[in-house]
């Protein structure tokens, strides 16, 4: 679907987010939970953004925000070539803290830390994996800065580029869905969501789409 097609912010006096998650690690595709590693983008997660900033060159963009890890950065960029603009990295929307999980994957969790994987699953919203974080804390962080933005830009089009965790928490606030739902919504690598504001609702126009929205597996 071509984004032109799906209708401009300010209709309605809706703020539109482009919400993208950031293109493949260097690492590829290796399923390992980076969080706050500072882990920057492959030659072919630099493609994926450059595809999808050539499909939003038609989109007026107010601003360009983006968490202040270097993969969202990178991505930020490349989304600003050619708009006369500069991104803004905000802290508050570091993909979720995975403590003493980070660089792992999932198998390597299960055999490591079985006993805090097992908590964690039972409780998914609420765990705070060990030294690092909640779900909650990531809606705690992410949301009321999410808030401010869309104030500041109220009537516009703006574009946020996060990670995996991050835009999930903003999806299932915008869906109305509870938090343990959150892994039933995919995040390719480089994907766009759309999504409306409007005064009394929500609307997501668009869900884990763009040009890298294929699947990656």
Not at 87 to 113: H, K, M, S
Not at 165 to 186: D, S, Y
Request: with cysteine.
């Amino acid at each position: 679907m071509r984004v032109a097609a799906l209708g401009q912010a300010g209709q309605l006096n809706s703020t539109r987010l482009y919400l993208v998650r950031h293109g493949q690690v260097a690492d590829g595709h290796t399923h390992r939970y980076h969080g706050h590693n500072d882990i920057g983008l492959s030659p072919q997660g630099v493609q994926q953004l450059e595809r999808l900033a050539e499909q939003l060159r038609p989109v007026s963009l107010a601003a360009v925000y983006a968490s202040d890890l270097a993969r969202s950065r990178e991505g930020a960029a490349i989304l600003c070539r050619g708009r006369g603009l500069s991104f803004e990295a905000v802290p508050e929307f570091r993909e979720i803290n995975f403590g003493l999980w980070e660089g792992l994957t999932l198998e390597e969790i299960a055999q490591r830390y079985p006993e805090q994987l097992e908590a964690r699953l039972r409780d998914l919203a609420r765990y705070r994996i060990p030294e690092g974080e909640s779900l909650m804390d990531v809606r705690d962080r992410v949301l009321p800065k999410l808030k401010e933005i869309l104030a500041r830009h109220q009537g516009q089009a703006v574009a946020l580029v996060a990670h995996a965790g991050v835009n999930r928490v903003i999806l299932c606030e915008a869906l109305g869905l509870p938090l343990t739902h959150l892994f039933r919504l995919h995040q390719n690598y480089g994907c766009l969501n759309i999504i409306d504001y409007l005064p009394d609702f929500t609307v997501v126009r668009l869900l884990n789409g763009g040009v890298n929205g294929e699947a990656v597996d």
